[in-house]
């Protein structure tokens, strides 16, 4: 929060917009690679950490290797274990944002809400609005970044009468910790990854807990484990050993892979992992609730779940799960297409916005809003899931098709920093320096990952929120993951295509790099 106006330069080389794991991996990079400092963070939250600031609820826990889920440029010895738990996260976020000196370069609690690029000063012009104060301010940066985040904006209840409740109701994401769900009656409803790590963590502090289901998911089982004073030992005295551990697991985790073309061979993979799944969930919760839990698609059409005691805890005497359909809330319970669920804490694990990004912040570029430019093509996209034509000086992290289900979402946030400061090296020592896509080559490598993804399981027929919905007249669209290993996004961050840019550093000189790596050919091929 400001104390005053006065109290944030109006202007800094760079800018990014959230201060999460995508904004501390540009701050570090920006000062390991270039010894570049002058850059500021503006995030909503009170604090730095993005999702695992935000997300404190009962269970909150990565389900992707903490050895593989955290920089590679920062590995850390010490993790208590392999699948980390919110607040050690959020701790290993704090020690490396610290250790670049970035929270002095933070403003916490406020809201960026038009960000519009200014040809004549060749800057960006962000609007802000302090979330308590209300005052609004501006700040001017050459290199703007946006590192909000993929799944922020909860999804909106599409219940009736949630105002006419008497109890506490709140989303996942905005867990109320002055709420004790001790001895009350609980209803979650969904059951998704965030549910799955609920219920097991609060079931047994309960009276009555009711999942309230929409949907099925193939569950595996648990990939956790601690990690002794003794592997610790290993990992911080034997230089190398975290480097091959996490090659190691990367290079496991990239064997789902095989699972996502729609071909004979992946066929027969999935087939087998089905087979391993559904042995496992029916040996693991009762035996009433399977033909609500295992699902009738292809394993992989979903982003799978790792068990972390959900299926077991169906078990508990207190617990009743059901996929009746709830048609309205009311005062002290839900009516369902079936009858009535009494509750005094409702929890909301139903999601949030996918598909969408940069909600809430209107990016007005060359000649067109952001949104514009999106419509035009269908859905959301980014050329190597960083950067859209008409926007200059503009990267997104973790943008459009960056993530892959089966991996580490930090692997992506890397790749796509290292890309973004490569093709911006040429420029920032040039106080006029522009860097543009060129609008064809956008084109093309949205066209082949779109075509690529209507390929794959993702689009084998569930319903998915990796999907976008879709009228007749248009193609599904995919904006949330990347068809790829992300080795190969590391490779095409490392080694760009540069005829696919434009590199100015006056308004009547155009240059393109000279002494670069030259990869040939076109992108999109």
């Not at 599409?158 to 867990?175: L, V």
Request: charged share 20%.
């Amino acid at each position: 929060m400001l104390s005053t106006k006065e109290s944030l330069s109006c202007y800094s080389q760079f800018a990014c917009i959230g201060a999460g794991f995508s904004g501390i991996a540009l701050g570090a990079t920006l000062k390991r690679w270039y010894g570049i400092t002058d850059i500021h963070f503006f995030e909503r939250h009170d604090d730095l950490g993005g999702t695992w600031y935000a997300n404190k609820y009962p269970g909150a826990a990565c389900d992707v290797p903490s050895v593989l889920y955290s920089y590679s440029f920062e590995p850390n010895p010490n993790w208590s274990r392999v699948l980390p738990s919110q607040e050690e996260l959020w701790k290993y976020q704090k020690h490396v944002a610290d250790k670049y000196d970035l929270p002095s370069k933070m403003t916490f609690g406020v809201e960026v809400q038009r960000c519009q690029w200014i040809e004549e000063k060749k800057r960006w012009v962000l609007d802000l609005r302090d979330c308590k104060t209300g005052v609004v301010f501006k700040h001017e940066c050459r290199f703007l970044f946006a590192g909000s985040g993929i799944l922020v904006t909860p999804r909106e209840i599409d219940i009736p009468g949630s105002e006419d409740f008497k109890g506490s109701i709140f989303h996942t994401s905005q867990w109320r910790s002055d709420v004790d769900v001790s001895e009350k009656n609980v209803i979650v409803i969904g059951n998704g990854c965030t549910a799955a790590q609920i219920v097991p963590s609060i079931v047994d502090k309960t009276k009555h807990l009711t999942q309230i289901i929409r949907a099925k998911h193939w569950m595996l089982p648990p990939i956790d484990g601690v990690y002794t004073d003794y592997m610790k030992s290993i990992f911080k005295y034997l230089p190398g050993t975290m480097m091959i551990q996490r090659l190691l697991i990367f290079l496991f985790a990239e064997i789902e892979l095989k699972a996502v073309p729609m071909t004979t061979s992946a066929a027969k993979f999935r087939q087998k992992r089905r087979a391993y799944a559904e042995k496992f969930m029916r040996d693991t919760a009762p035996a009433k609730y399977h033909d609500l839990l295992i699902p009738d698609f292809e394993i992989g059409c979903k982003r799978r779940i790792y068990d972390s005691g959900y299926l077991a805890s169906l078990h508990s005497e207190n617990l009743t799960l059901t996929n009746e359909r709830a048609l309205k809330i009311v005062e002290n319970g839900v009516e369902t297409d079936r009858g009535f669920i009494e509750a005094d804490v409702i929890v909301l694990a139903n999601g949030f916005s996918t598909n969408t990004f940069l909600e809430g912040v209107e990016v007005v570029g060359r000649e067109e809003t952001l949104t514009q430019h999106w419509e035009s093509f269908g859905g959301a996209e980014a050329y190597n899931c960083s950067a859209m034509s008409g926007f200059p000086n503009f990267f997104m992290l973790l943008g459009p098709n960056a993530t892959t289900g089966h991996t580490s979402a930090i692997m992506a946030i890397e790749n796509s920093v290292n890309f973004a400061l490569r093709i911006l090296k040429p420029v920032l020592g040039n106080p006029n320096g522009v860097v543009e896509l060129d609008r064809d080559a956008e084109e093309r490598y949205v066209n082949r990952i779109q075509d690529d993804l209507s390929k794959t399981v993702w689009n084998s027929g569930c319903q998915s929120w990796y999907i976008q919905p879709h009228s007749e007249n248009s193609r599904a669209w995919n904006a949330m993951v990347y068809p790829y290993s992300q080795g190969y996004l590391w490779y095409r961050s490392l080694f760009p295509f540069w005829r696919d840019w434009k590199i100015t550093f006056s308004q009547e000189a155009q240059l393109l790099p000279l002494v670069f790596i030259y990869t040939g050919g076109r992108s999109g091929q």
